[in-house]
């Protein structure tokens, strides 16, 4: 990943955790790569490592969502 990916993963990351976006929210990346002035192809492999990670949720043909969190 760029160095650009990670600032943006690290963001996203940041902003779920602290409540910027709610849980079930979904995640527009076309609206972050505006925010975060960068490709949605950057914003697309941010969301999809942090799917991985478990604090996105990706559904087919349905966008990304942030997933419920779970405090412990």
Do not use: C, Y
């Amino acid at each position: 990943m760029s160095e650009a990916g990670s600032r943006i993963l690290s963001s996203i990351r940041r902003g779920i955790l602290h409540g910027n976006w709610k849980p079930g929210g979904k995640l527009q990346p076309a609206a972050l790569a505006e925010q975060f002035d960068t490709s949605t192809t950057v914003v697309r492999e941010a969301l999809a490592r942090l799917a991985g990670d478990g604090l996105v949720e990706s559904e087919r043909n349905r966008g990304f969502f942030v997933q419920k969190l779970d405090l412990r």
